[in-house]
């Protein structure tokens, strides 16, 4: 079956950095799409990045000039580079991946920035 599994969230000061982990397993990871979300408490998930089997990334505004979405599909895994982190990241990010057959979502991973 489908599995995500995101690691690499914590607690940052703004300004500071976190990469973000998703290994994925259970379907042919270099054949499709590949997305993070975010939650912030109170609020809607929102779409952070997405990243095509090509590599044709995009990004919210928010978040355009400091995160960077890559993959390795060597090793079935989906990165989010975060920078310049500021405290309206705090958030659970989440994995996302949807073959045609379904839409499937990592268990996320808690970021907080904050001094």
């Known amino acids: 079956q489908v599995q995500l599994v995101e690691s690499g969230g914590g607690l940052v000061q703004p300004g500071g950095s976190l990469r973000l982990s998703c290994a994925a397993s259970g379907f042919t990871f270099s054949s499709y799409a590949m997305s993070w979300y975010r939650q912030a408490p109170g609020k809607e998930r929102e779409l952070v990045a997405d990243?095509?089997?090509?590599?044709?990334?995009k990004y919210a505004d928010s978040v355009k000039g400091r995160f960077t979405i890559s993959r390795d599909n060597a090793k079935n895994t989906v990165y989010l580079q975060m920078n310049s982190l500021k405290p309206e990241d705090t958030a659970v990010y989440y994995c996302?991946?949807?073959?045609?057959?379904?839409?499937?979502w990592g268990q996320g991973t808690q970021v907080t920035v904050s001094s």
């Open positions: 996302y991946a949807s073959p045609p057959w379904g839409g499937y």
């Open positions: 990243i095509t089997s090509g590599g044709r990334t």
